[in-house]
């Protein structure tokens, strides 16, 4: 059995509020949303991080072409944000591959 979360929500061992998936990539509600609209976009296969997945440039795409879909789906029309929290100093907590698709709210930069 595995012991990574993610790949245990794609084999449906833990649920999850699953909103789209595509051929390679899983969207589902973040447990602790930050905004609205706060989902994660996955790749169904494991790796560890963003720069891994692009290594395989099509899943990559997909799973852009997923969150592009969601914030397409969720309305948020005026724009929205991804983000790909990469290594501990980066804040990624999780270790399996993921963007953040968050909006509904206006954001700032730097981010906070
Ligand atoms: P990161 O810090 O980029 O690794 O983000 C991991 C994200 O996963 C956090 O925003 C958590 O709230 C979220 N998370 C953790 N466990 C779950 C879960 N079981 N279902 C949905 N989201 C989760």
Redesign the pocket.
């Known amino acids: 059995m595995t012991e990574c ?2 790949c245990r ?1 794609v084999s449906g061992e ?4 699953v909103v789209a998936t595509s051929e390679h990539a899983l969207a ?7 905004a609205p609209t ?1 989902v ?1 976009v996955i790749p169904t296969r494991h790796v560890v991080d963003i720069p891994t997945l692009a290594q395989a440039p099509t899943e990559l795409a997909d799973l852009v072409a997923l969150g592009a879909r969601v914030a397409a789906s969720e309305g948020l029309d005026d724009g929205y944000r991804l ?3 990469t290594g501990r100093a ?6 399996h591959a ?1 963007l ?1 698709v968050i909006g509904g709210r206006r954001m700032g930069w730097p981010p906070g």
Not at 28 to 33: A, E, G, K, S
Not at 90 to 95: A, D, L, P, S, W
């Open positions: 979360l993610f929500i833990i649920p999850a509020e589902f509600r973040d447990i602790n949303p930050t706060h994660l983000v790909a929290n980066g804040g990624q907590v999780v270790f993921h953040h």
